[in-house]
């Protein structure tokens, strides 16, 4: 057991008395944790002094202004007034000092310098809440040292036999047919406290106890180790969660992995068995949590290459091999009608990319396929699981194509319109473009993409500098002319001028571009290079 003021005063063979009433000390003032035990006369031992520690003294300090003046600021001349006592306000001053440094308690020997602990010593201490104990003089100093030595020495050999008995309880877990839950549930039962694991993908893959975290706090633990995630280091969090409510907890969050390769993180409730002992069973779990999941990626690049020789057969037109493959390793292909996906594979994101659609192929009992191609990850998902894309573009901020809905012998096409509707979403940055979005604007708002830009702009310059130079509206006006089909009133209605108007813009526009805007051709080419410079 640890040590405590209490302990102390319970020993009938230190025979100490406690001076300061227990009913006017902090309420935790006698369970406080005693860490180590130091004798000083100084007027102020406190650089010498640490939290949880117990001074003795014999009281040199107060007797006959040994102290040599109150160093905050009381009896400048040291003295002690009349009757014997010491100063009251370098009492004051020295048990103020020795609370703002935390120690446990202070002890008084006596007949050794002064007979008796000074009343204005133990007045200070009662005001100021610190447990103050006489020592009688039949006591050596040494022996309340060699008492609390022995006591933290029995205490650290119960720690360390609990944490060697942990560690072997969990090593023989992580041997049991799902060892990693076994491992958690041991870690968990141990400590005392819920565990939980968050996989790469930022989902919480198993828990123990089972449902022992409840919302909103769980939101909050796993919302932190998607953050520490995507920061791709490795990294030890702290969160108090659960404060909105009214129930704080405190949390500690370990990554797991190897920094840009991180395989999840270990979360772990607050508990009073987090001490050093505790500290070197959690590492343990780590390290055993982090080889099985490491076990685990080898197995899933080794898959992924399967994975990635099926795809091939697939966009070839061979589903058969790939069907009969699939069906022993992750189940049965999608059913059509299917759609491909399509998305960038950073090399930052890969490993989590591909984990996450591991698991959405287990969720889905293989009913998902995916693979590399080159430099991304392609996706055959049935027509309902279209969300997924929306999935991977938000997780990843990468840009994602989805093809129209085909059935098997439409796939090699299903795979041309994704890569099409990629290159479109690339122009955006990031978010997921469907081929049938491009499919409605027309094949010219398809032609006139980036590579058309430069040229759009050179035809557009006449009408467009003469805008600037004299502040007519001839672009918008042309450009609204086309919308209409031609139709000059209905531009008219539309810009809210004059149909005349309308026809002198138009006039002017065919002079300044040099074209006869009356013919199909010219006002198709004109209306791509609109689309190419929106």
């Known amino acids: 057991m640890q040590p405590t003021v209490q302990t102390l005063l319970q020993s009938r063979d230190l025979a100490l008395a406690l001076l300061t009433p227990a009913v006017e000390l902090p309420a935790d003032a006698l369970a406080a944790t005693v860490t180590w035990v130091h004798s000083s006369d100084l007027a102020d031992p406190t650089p010498f002094l640490d939290a949880g520690h117990v001074l003795l003294t014999t009281g040199t300090q107060f007797d006959g202004g040994a102290h040599g003046g109150d160093p905050d600021g009381g009896d400048p001349d040291g003295g002690e007034p009349d009757g014997g006592e010491p100063d009251a306000a370098f009492a004051d001053a020295y048990v103020r000092r020795l609370r703002e440094t935390g120690i446990a308690a202070l002890g008084f020997g006596t007949e050794v310098i002064r007979a008796g602990t000074p009343e204005p010593l133990i007045r200070a201490c009662a005001e100021q809440g610190l447990p103050l104990f006489e020592v009688p003089y039949r006591t ?161 690049r080794a898959r992924g290459h399967l994975r990635t020789g099926l795809l091939s057969s697939i966009l070839a037109g061979d589903v058969s091999l790939a069907e009969r493959v699939a069906a022993e390793m992750w189940g049965p292909l999608p059913e059509p009608p299917l759609r491909i996906a399509v998305t960038d594979a950073p090399a930052q994101y890969v490993d989590r990319l591909t984990e996450v659609l591991e698991l959405r192929v287990e969720e889905r009992g293989g009913r998902l396929f995916y693979g590399r191609d080159d430099d991304t990850v392609v996706v055959v998902l049935e027509d309902a699981d279209v969300a997924i894309a929306d999935e991977l573009a938000a997780e990843f901020e990468v840009p994602v194509g989805v093809s129209d809905a085909v059935e098997v012998d439409g796939i090699a096409l299903a795979h041309e319109q994704a890569r099409r509707a990629l290159e479109r979403a690339r122009e955006a940055g990031a978010g997921v473009v469907a081929f049938d979005e491009i499919s409605r604007q027309g094949v010219l708002a398809f032609l006139a993409r980036t590579d058309a830009r430069a040229v759009a702009l050179a035809t557009l310059a006449p009408i467009a500098d003469h805008d600037a130079a004299q502040g007519t509206a001839l672009l918008m006006t042309t450009r609204t002319w086309l919308e209409h089909g031609g139709q000059y009133d209905a531009t008219a209605k539309a810009l809210g001028v004059h149909r005349h108007t309308v026809r002198s813009r138009i006039a002017l526009a065919e002079r300044l571009l040099g074209r006869d805007l009356s013919g199909f051709h010219a006002r198709a080419d004109l209306w791509a290079a609109l689309l190419a410079v929106d």
């Open 140 to 300: 050596p100093f040494i022996a309340i040292a060699r008492l609390v030595a022995d006591l933290l020495a029995e205490e650290a050999h119960a720690r360390q036999s609990w944490a060697l008995s942990a560690q072997r309880a969990i090593s023989l877990a992580a041997l049991r047919p799902d060892g990693l839950t076994a491992t958690l549930s041991e870690l968990s039962r141990r400590i005392g406290a819920w565990v939980g694991l968050i996989d790469a993908s930022g989902t919480l893959d198993r828990e123990a106890p089972d449902g022992g975290l409840d919302q909103p706090a769980l939101g909050e633990v796993v919302g932190e180790a998607r953050s520490m995630l995507r920061r791709g280091q490795r990294a030890s969090r702290t969160l108090v969660a659960g404060e909105s409510v009214g129930s704080p907890q405190r949390f500690t969050l370990q990554t797991l992995g190897s920094g840009g390769a991180l395989r999840g993180v270990l979360a772990l409730g607050d508990s009073a068995e987090l001490d050093q002992a505790g500290r070197e069973v959690v590492t343990s779990v780590i390290a055993l949590a982090g080889l099985a999941l490491e076990q685990h990626r080898d197995l899933d």
